[in-house]
């Protein structure tokens, strides 16, 4: 019991914790493990993950997405975002979607972590923030996977870029555009070059 005890002494309430983490608090990990998911101090997330819940007025308040995503993948370096962040950009995207996409540069595929599900992509770049630069960029490769008619959102993209910030979007494109985007976005700044010489 005394080891047990120093074990839960380490913990800290709304943490998210993988098996190995443990371990260096505890000669008996997984005998210790199975006594505190059972006895309700910890809840199993997924194998080998685990959460230590906040108390709240309304009970015990579930893990937050970047704590399990951040525990999934040993490492910070990973971006969380959804489609519905699309929304915000005002090119004519209102659909809501229930899923969480992870950018990332180890893990591929999808996975369930404390029963919700998330989309890991691995990328070679992403920003350590959202911006609305990434997100149109972001849009734009992933048009064809959007419930709107791609023809009217891009003509609405088309709107937007000539609103936002040329040097900042054209910086976005190169890192984190993929071939179709490039060239979506290569068309616009030509067309609004032309336009520039023209007046």
């Known amino acids: 019991m005394k080891k047990l005890n120093k074990l839960v002494r ?18 008996a990990v997984d005998r210790h493990l199975g006594e505190l998911v059972q006895n309700g101090t910890l809840q199993k997330l997924s194998q080998g993950l685990y959460h230590y819940p906040k108390e709240t007025p309304f009970g015990l308040a579930p ?3 970047e704590a399990l995503v ?3 993948l040993k490492e910070d370096a990973f971006l969380l975002t959804s489609p519905n962040a699309y929304n915000a950009l005002g090119v004519g995207t209102t659909q809501l979607y229930n899923k969480r996409v992870v950018y990332n540069h180890k893990r591929h595929g999808e996975f369930e972590l404390g029963g919700r599900t998330f989309f890991f992509h691995v990328k070679p770049r992403f920003p350590k923030k959202l911006t609305s630069e990434f997100l149109l960029v972001d849009l734009v490769n992933n048009l064809e996977t959007l419930a709107e008619d791609p023809k009217e959102v891009l003509s609405k993209v088309k709107s937007k870029v000539r609103k936002m910030d040329a040097k900042k979007l ?6 984190y555009g993929g071939a179709k985007a490039k060239k979506v976005f290569m068309s616009i700044f030509n067309s609004m070059e032309k336009r520039q010489y023209a007046q």
């Open 63 to 65: 893990p937050k997405e």
């Open 10 to 27: 380490h913990l800290r309430r709304g943490s998210v914790y993988r098996r190995g983490d443990l371990e260096q608090w505890s000669n």
């Open 170 to 175: 054209q910086k976005a494109v190169k890192a």
């Open 70 to 72: 951040r525990s999934f």
